[in-house]
């Protein structure tokens, strides 16, 4: 019986498909002994969030969805008539405060003087004290003498009265002479109390001034606040806020990109980690654009798996446990040797292949 034929093509045809597929095997694994891969990677900016810090209604916005902006550029304004009035109302106040210092530096002086005064005529009462205790001594004695005169019939009785009155009066002098000296003591305790009183016055008012100036800081702070500038060169998101719109302090607008810095973050097996060190260099490509490769540097690991960032981390030790491979993000930058243009147009989230090179 005639054998059949074997079809050369057929076997020709399997025989490359078999050494090509042999060679693309050989290929893959020379290449995993020195290459780690992951296409589960997005490339990542500063994204620099607009948040205002005081409320209003929105009066004018400068830019549009999608506008480049510079540092400093305006964004949009709030209505700044409330603020204002803030401005006016705390300005008013450190005037207030100032006026009642110099009031209480006037007392302090007027105080001064009185314990001055108060010590002149301490002074002054001191010395009239000493004349007429030595009046009195002399009074005294001579009424003392005219007395045993006026026993011995040696003097008329009106020159032992004169004596007697003389000292007298002597007696009534130094009295009054002392209540004067303590009366002027009295006064000053009285201006030194007072002086004291002012002293702690013009601590407060002082006090008061720095808390007004304080307030009034704040009010032009918040004044300024209501117009919202750029803080980086970039592009703005879209736009989410209108003229009318009313706003609070700590809402998340919109965002500024900066383009000038892009990075990529990508999510490696635990399995691919053994190798991977700091420093590796980086091959990338990034779907956009498959006709340029980009290169990059390892610069950092995460402390954690992406599943522990999550809002509901998993927890294996409740309900049934399957195991699954866990990805680490890591980070790589781009080389300053990429084209300038070609980073720019980079946008955070693309995706992007990673090749690193273990060797």
Known sequence: MEKKKTNKKFTYILIALVVVGATYGIYKYVHSLSHETTDDAQIEKNMNPIIPRVSGYVTKVYVKDNDFVKKGDTLFVIDNKDYLVKVEEANAALVAAQGNLEVSKADIGGALAGVSVSEANISSAGGNIETAKIRLTRATNDFVRYQNLYKNRSITKQQFEQAEAAKLEAESELKILQQQQRASTYQKSVAASRSNVSNKQAEIAAANIKKAQAVLDAAKLNLNYTIVTASIDGQVSKINIQPGQFIQPGQSLFYIINNTEAWVIANFKETQLS?????????????????????????????????????????????????????????????????PDKVKNLRPGMNVDVDVHLK
């Open 275 to 339: 190798k991977m060190v700091i420093g590796q260099k980086v091959s990338i490509r990034v779907d956009a654009y498959p006709d340029y490769e980009f290169k990059g540097t390892i610069t950092s690991f995460s402390p954690a798996t992406g599943a522990r960032f999550s809002l509901l981390p998993p927890d294996n030790a409740t309900g049934n446990f399957v195991k699954t491979v866990q990805r680490l993000p890591v980070k790589i930058t781009l080389d300053q040797e990429n084209a």
